[in-house]
């Protein structure tokens, strides 16, 4: 099955690192034109090092003004993958109020905001579009000191379906991703300790973690063509592991 790009342009956020980086580098090798927005100046500027083309945009999520101004010349945009987060992991009694604020802005409000921006362009524009958010397993199930990501992500899966509800009219369709584990930066904060992460992969039928590339396979399925029909689903890239 062969997926191409050409002619469309994309923005993904949170691509300085992890999947984000390996989703814009995959956009940029399928034809798209890439626009890759992060935090951290140093890991924009060594991706366009390694991805001659691929554009930047360096700015901080939780602020949404800053976030408004940094996007708003950004010109037009096709394809949308909002992949930045943040995982703040506290047992529930000890969550913090900066915790929740900052998780909530990133996780879910920067999603609602980046996309408005860019859904109303495709809209003026008259084009069809496509969006994937990367949600989390942890969206649909229960994890000891996730109560605050695991809130923002179960939020997450209903922006998605809603986003899919309205906008599908204009045809411009909205699915997630809903990953398992996946050993990136933040993948190892969490389930770097053998004694949480064997529990864990006991629970996956396929017996292993995602890697960065099953994740990014699912997503750019997504945004291709391919899934023409597809739209309001939170797709698990979990080997198993919200069936059982
Ligand atoms: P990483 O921490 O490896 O990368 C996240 C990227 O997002 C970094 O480049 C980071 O920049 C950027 N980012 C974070 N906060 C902001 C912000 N406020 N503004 C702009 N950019 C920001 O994470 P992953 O690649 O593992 O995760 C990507 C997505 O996959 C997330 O949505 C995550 O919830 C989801 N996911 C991850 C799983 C895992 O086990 N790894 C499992 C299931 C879902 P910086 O480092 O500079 O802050």
Known sequence: MEINF??????????????GRETAKALR????????????????????????????????????????????????????VNNAAVAILQPFLAVT????DRSFAVNVKAVLHVSQI????MIERGVPGAIVNVSSQASQCALLDHSVYCSTKGALDMVTKVMALELGPKKIRVNSVNPTVVMTEMGRVGWSDPQKSKPMLNRIPLGRFAEVEDVVHSILFLLSDKS??????CLPVDGGFLAC
């Open 6 to 19: 050409c002619g469309r342009r994309a923005l993904v956020t949170g691509a300085g690192k992890g999947i």
């Open 97 to 100: 109020e900066e915790a929740f």
């Open 29 to 80: 090798k399928t034809g798209a034109e890439v626009v890759a927005l992060s935090r951290s100046y140093e890991d924009l500027e060594s991706l366009a090092r390694e991805c001659p083309g691929v554009q930047t945009i360096c700015v901080d999520l939780a602020d949404w003004s800053a976030t408004e101004k940094a996007l708003s010349s950004i010109g037009p945009v096709d394809i949308l």
């Open 118 to 121: 860019v859904v109303h362009q």
């Open 228 to 233: 023409s029909m597809i739209t309001g689903s």
